[in-house]
């Protein structure tokens, strides 16, 4: 019977030693680009101004209480608190608010619309991957490569 709990055996040894020594920046790269990706959809509802847009068509129709104010939070959220998110500052609470907006953008949004996001108005397989990997942001926090890390706290 295979121990499951043991290190698995290198198809090509030799490269341990290269895999060890990059195995604890692949963290930090996720939790990057988990927030830099979300940034310019956070620009264009603040400086584009498609924020009136998404209040008026998405969020007043779904029943949020002033849908513009909620539109300029998610706005300030997805620009200001996906750079947090990715340069590890104030990372769980940030996480947080993102997986319950990617959560509502997967299955109020997008579920009808069928799996795929290549579907005609987007399905639910890239809201629902992010809302994973923000959850296990959420689960993880900072980690290293962090102004969390760097200022010695974090929630």
Not at 111 to 138: C, D, K, M, Q
């Amino acid at each position: 019977m295979t121990d499951v709990t043991a290190e698995p055996k290198l198809y090509i040894p030799g490269l341990a030693g290269l895999w060890q020594s990059l195995a604890p920046y692949g963290y930090p790269i996720m939790r990057f680009a988990a927030g830099a990706i979300l940034i310019e959809h956070g620009w264009v509802k603040l400086v584009d101004g498609t924020a009136p847009g998404l209040a008026e068509h998405l969020l007043g129709p779904m029943g949020f209480p002033f849908p513009i104010v909620w539109a300029y939070f998610l706005g300030l959220l997805e620009s200001v608190g996906c750079l947090c998110l990715a340069v590890g500052l104030f990372t769980r609470p940030i996480a947080a608010m993102l997986v319950v907006e990617l959560f509502i953008i997967t299955f109020a949004v997008h579920f009808r619309n069928g799996y795929s996001f290549s579907a005609p108005h987007g399905g639910y397989e890239y809201p629902l991957l992010l809302t994973a990997l923000y959850l296990g942001i959420l689960f993880r926090g900072s980690d290293r490569c962090s102004i969390d890390r760097l200022i010695g706290r974090q929630f």
